[in-house]
């Protein structure tokens, strides 16, 4: 397992589409969570599932945005009709919670969008 | 709300000398906090959380409730330390959800 993949790595695309991100958490990990970072900012707390429940979602997510874990294993970020200040790193992390052990979330390494 | 604030968007150190990175937060409850750091071309990573009270890479971090401040600090530092750190916080469970981060700064160690 060489952890938390993303992809794409990078998306253009222009304003008016939607785009669509994948994130594959790490094996056996029940927690997935999204964040977005613009330049100059630290990462922003999106949604986060455990397994495959939506548990919570920030009011950064509009309703143009939505996520899904169906089978509480990858996740997938979509965003309709792609604004310009949708641009962004979009992160995803995972983590194991209620095993004992402290939990620690496990960043992948993003999928860079911009919208032109 | 909960807000973590880290006024040092650029530091640097000259190698050997003491590093101290500072963080304030504030939140209305009993949070948990970290820190993250970011190497050139690598993803965000775990570097030390408060309540392992551990000392990662020679870094140690104190929280300080009264002053709500969790200050990162190594006392030599080396110029594999160059790197974005951002300092982060979570609750109100005192689980691992929902981290709310500062916006970083980034340190960079001169030779």
């Known amino acids: 397992d060489t952890g938390v993949s993303q992809d794409p790595r990078h998306k253009i695309t222009k304003r008016g589409q939607n785009v669509t991100f994948r994130c594959d958490p790490i094996?056996?990990?029940?927690?997935l969570y999204w964040y977005r970072q613009t330049l100059g900012q630290g990462p922003e707390f999106l949604t986060y599932f455990q397994n495959e429940a939506q548990l919570e979602k920030s009011r950064l997510l509009s309703n143009r945005f939505s996520a899904e874990r169906p089978k509480g294993s990858f996740s997938t970020l979509e965003i309709q009709r792609t604004e310009q200040g949708d641009s962004a790193m979009y992160l995803c992390?995972?983590?194991?919670?209620?095993?004992?052990?402290?939990?620690?979330?496990?960043f992948g390494p993003g999928t860079r969008l911009l919208v032109l | 709300a909960q807000r973590v604030t880290q006024p040092e968007k650029l530091l640097s150190v000259f190698k050997g000398a003491p590093v101290e990175l500072k963080c304030n937060y504030s939140?209305?409850?009993?949070?948990?906090l970290f820190w993250y750091v970011q190497y050139s071309r690598q993803r965000l990573q775990l570097l030390l959380r408060h309540i392992s009270r551990e000392s990662i890479k020679g870094f140690t971090a104190d929280l300080n409730k009264g002053e709500t401040s969790f200050h990162l600090k190594k006392p030599f530092a080396q110029e594999e330390d160059s790197a974005m750190y951002y300092c982060a916080l979570s609750g109100p469970n005192f689980g691992n959800e929902k981290l709310t981060f500062g916006t970083g700064t980034r340190l960079t160690i001169i030779p």
């Open positions: 992390a995972s983590s194991l919670a209620g095993g004992g052990t402290e939990e620690t979330q496990y």
């Open positions: 094996s056996e990990h029940n927690r």
């Open positions: 939140y209305s409850g009993s949070p948990e």
